[in-house]
């Protein structure tokens, strides 16, 4: 069998996959987009190549041995984005999972390496493909070498054998060289021949056969202009030549012998695949790791309790009640324990909902209960009519705030973590997807929900401790515990939802999709599935004749950016956009939202996770209340739908303005932004002052945008690249924006350098509450991991600190409706700002009371702004 060599000019087509896809980030906020994009043509490769061999190729470093000749080579270069240089590093990591081969060389290009193992391959007769963006990598095709290089994106591909590269540029392999010799480069800065492009240089070569030839005849060239600009410019050709030829001898210390392939490990990949989020490629991996044996769990006693006495509560009891899904608002209950210095029981649910003494016990204010999750407890009894009292201690938020990088707060995730393994994990006893249920056996289920709140009881002086000792037990006790107690009642409370508004809105979403999908169709020129790519592919590309931007494995790409890159080029495109963006309203939203409406009272009661983002953020699920669209007004209008549960009250919406910003000032001290805001300016036409250096009256909207974009931008560590991007403008332009900005607010720059520099020696940021995040990368030898961890130390202390903030207004304002006797509720909160229904006659009191809580939560150097707004719905309340 042939060997067959497949070689990637690493550089080449990491720039090409980070130029195609939108900028990604996993779990952790690292960037991915180019190595999401380079490993699905790497699995496309391996997939359809099925190579012996294999090697990727990576530039060293600026300098190369061409820089001897030519100071200016590639001078004219614009710096690699860091979003992008964060991402080699990674990619390498990637590689290694494959057990790829990837080689550098000091003053060497990738051009050279690939040149020379091609060399090598060529010679032993085996096949070679090389696969790059860069043009210059044509001269090594031979009958042996193919060329494949990626036109636009990475999956439009076009492959060079010598005969399709003699019908596409009229020239030889050999000949290529000359070909840029004289047109030059304008990429490499590479000078060639001005005035003379890939047309006009193609001719002469096919005339001379190489530049040496052509001005050995100089004379015989037709054309004074063109004979004159060959002259003056013998040099610079000839320089140029030297330039783009590539070094088929590099002095590299392996051999084509060394990249041979035998294949990768699946579970090496899957790792990978599954820290960097790329949950979707893991299909294309076949195998399965072996299923880890269960270990044998040491024996556990308890009792099961048929009638519950008060002799077996001690006033500081562990108590957890059991639901199969995550949904405490809809499951049912199956079972209940409680383990104390006494002893461990088992209670069944029939038992505890018709204790008078677990009520007594529960609602009683003087006995303290320690609980997995007191929001879910507090829900879960809610529906049983009992008031739980005096919970003291919340495992998961304990968990949380120990390690808020964890994404497993579950006891048995938490207790394996602490070096406790004598609990099984839930999937191991329930199972998981369409076989998740309770075993036959009782003593199972049973057994495993004893051991699981045994845990609790074992672990909660331990978890308390390590809180004591990082100044967070505060944290835990005065904040986040009251609050679970406080969403809890909010959760039970739910939020009205006028169904018949829902639907009809469903029917003018339908009505303009129908009307749209006419317009489409007309635009057309004929009907088609609108939402298959499939069809809608080739009517954009081959009837239409629009732009390819990127390809697919199963044909053309037709997702949203490639459409928004296609904005402006036909009105089909503006129709499509505005179709899909009606559609998800209509699917996600509108449907979504009616799944979830309870039938006996229309309200939709969302759960609120303390325990998920590591800036200590709230979030909210089944349904996500915080993600409804409101860029666009029918996305807005949803929120119509949402009303008072009692006719005649009204909603009531207070938001804190730009709490994030005023934060920001408050922590880096920075006298200018603190002025603003305590002299009531807009903000963001302040910085357009400070940083374009005019007057307020001579701020354009255009300004007043960019400084908004720089506002919200700068702390969360926005490069000049990102930047960019979202204005629309040159990294050039960006970069002189941020320093001018942070020239303006010395301050803020001051801030962001201490912040690092602190992270660097402690480990950990912190907010004003004193929660921490870990930053373990933040001394990281892999730029990718330690950039992301730098973005992060300056991002937490003041996302962290906002989210403290409304946490603790939250509380407040409970606290006062309650002692007020206010009938008021408090029903939502999203992002910055909280939702409430209020009686008419409390409007006026209530909407002071939040103005006042919320601006007094908390002490800051500049003072805390909140907007109320009020209206007959969600919708008309802002």
Do not use: C
């Amino acid at each position: 069998m042939t060997n067959k060599l497949i070689l990637i000019d690493g550089n080449s087509i990491a720039y090409r996959a980070f130029f195609a896809l939108p900028l990604l980030n996993n779990d952790k906020g690292v960037y991915t987009n180019a190595v999401y994009g380079f490993t699905t043509m790497l699995l496309r490769i391996l997939e359809e190549e099925q190579p012996t061999h294999m090697l990727v190729a990576f530039d060293a470093g600026k300098t190369t041995f061409r820089h001897q000749t030519y100071k200016e080579y590639k001078g004219g270069r614009e710096k690699t984005p860091s979003e992008l240089r964060e991402q080699f590093p990674l990619l390498r990591e990637l590689l290694d999972a494959f057990s790829i081969k990837h080689y550098q060389l000091e003053k060497y290009e990738a051009d050279d390496i690939i040149g020379t193992i091609a060399k090598q391959a060529n010679e032993k007769d085996w096949q070679v493909k090389v696969i790059s963006g860069d043009k210059d990598l044509l001269q090594l095709i031979s009958d042996k070498v193919d060329v494949r290089l990626t036109k636009k994106g990475i999956s439009d591909v076009m492959t060079y054998t010598p005969e399709v590269l003699q019908d596409d540029m009229e020239v030889t392999p050999e000949q290529v060289i000359d070909l840029k010799a004289l047109m030059g480069d304008k990429s490499d800065n590479i000078p060639g021949v001005p005035g003379v492009g890939q047309k006009t240089a193609a001719k002469l070569i096919k005339q001379f056969t190489t530049i040496e030839n052509l001005y050995d005849h100089l004379d015989e060239v037709s054309g004074k202009k063109l004979k004159e600009k060959l002259e003056d410019n013998k040099e610079a050709a000839f320089m140029s030549k030297e330039l783009v030829t590539i070094n088929r001898q590099s002095p590299i210390e392996i051999t084509a012998d060394d990249t041979v392939y035998e294949g990768y490990t699946d579970q090496q990949v899957k790792e990978i695949f599954l820290d960097l989020g790329f949950q979707s490629l893991l299909k294309r991996i076949d195998g399965e790791a072996e299923e880890e044996k269960q270990e044998a769990l040491e024996d556990i006693t308890y009792d099961t309790v048929q009638e519950i006495t008060a002799d077996i509560f001690t006033g500081e009891d562990v108590l957890d009640i059991e639901i199969l899904d995550e949904n405490y608002h809809t499951e049912n209950m199956i079972g209940a324990a409680i383990v104390n210095g006494k002893g461990k029981y088992f209670i069944p649910i029939d038992v505890l909902k018709n204790s008078t003494v677990f009520k007594q016990w529960a609602e009683d204010e003087s006995k303290k209960k320690y609980v997995f999750d007191a929001k879910k407890t507090t829900v879960l009894l809610n529906r049983l009519s009992i008031s739980i009292k005096g919970i003291v201690f919340d495992m998961v938020l304990a968990s949380y705030l120990i390690n808020p990088s964890e994404n497993n707060h579950d006891i048995p995730a938490i207790s394996h973590r602490f070096g406790h393994t004598n609990v099984r994990f839930d999937e191991e006893v329930y199972g998981k997807g369409a076989k998740k249920g309770l075993p036959e056996d009782q003593t199972v289920w049973q057994n495993h929900i004893v051991r699981k709140t045994n845990m609790i009881f074992v672990l909660h002086d331990q978890m308390k401790n390590s809180l004591d000792e990082y100044k967070q037990l505060e944290l835990l006790l005065d904040l986040e515990l009251p609050l679970a107690l406080v969403l809890g009642e909010m959760e039970a409370t739910g939020v009205k939802v006028d169904r018949q508004r829902l639907m009809d809105m469903g029917k003018e979403l339908k009505a303009s999709l129908d009307t749209l999908e006419k317009d489409i169709y007309e635009l057309a020129g004929e009907e088609f599935n609108i939402n298959s790519p499939k069809q809608l592919g080739p009517i954009l590309f081959e009837k239409l004749e629009l732009p390819v931007i990127k390809k697919t494995k199963t044909g053309y790409s037709t997702a949203a950016d490639v459409l928004e890159q296609l904005q402006g080029k036909h009105a089909i495109i503006d129709k499509l956009l505005i179709y899909r963006q009606l559609k998800k309203l209509d699917s996600t939203y509108i449907a979504g939202l009616l799944k979830v409406i309870h039938e006996d009272t229309s309200k939709i009661h969302t759960r609120f996770n303390q325990a998920l983002t590591q800036t200590g953020r709230l979030s909210s699920i089944d349904p996500n209340l915080q993600n409804i669209p409101i860029r666009i007004e029918e996305g807005r209008k949803i929120r119509q739908a949402f009303i008072p549960s009692v006719e005649g009250w009204k909603m009531i919406a207070a938001d804190y303005s730009q709490i994030e910003l005023r934060v920001l000032a408050h922590i880096a001290g920075d006298d200018k932004l603190q002025a603003a805001f305590k002299q009531d300016k807009d903000i963001h036409t302040q910085t357009a002052m400070d940083v374009f250096h005019v007057t307020e009256d001579e701020v354009t909207a255009n300004m007043r945008r960019q400084a908004k974009a720089v506002n919200f931008g700068i702390v969360y560590g926005i490069s000049d690249y990102g930047l960019s991007q979202s204005l629309g403008i040159t990294r050039k332009e960006a970069k002189s924006f941020i320093d001018r900005y942070l020239e303006s607010y010395p301050g803020v720059k001051e801030y962001m350098d201490e912040i690092v520099q602190n992270a660097k020696q402690t480990g950990y940021v912190t907010t004003i509450m004193n929660r921490r995040r870990y930053l373990p990368d933040i001394t990281s030898r892999n730029f990718n991991q330690r950039s992301f961890a730098e973005r992060t130390a300056m991002n937490t202390p003041i996302q962290g600190s906002a989210a403290d903030i409304i946490k603790l207004a939250m509380i407040e304002l409970d606290k006062q409706l309650k002692q007020g006797n206010y009938q008021a509720n408090m029903l939502l909160q999203v992002h910055d700002e909280l939702i409430l229904e209020v009686p008419e006659e409390e409007m006026e009191k209530v909407s002071n009371l939040l103005v006042d809580v919320m601006e007094n939560a908390i002490e800051l150097s500049v003072p805390l702004k909140v907007d109320v707004e009020s209206g007959d719905t969600w919708y008309d309340a802002k």
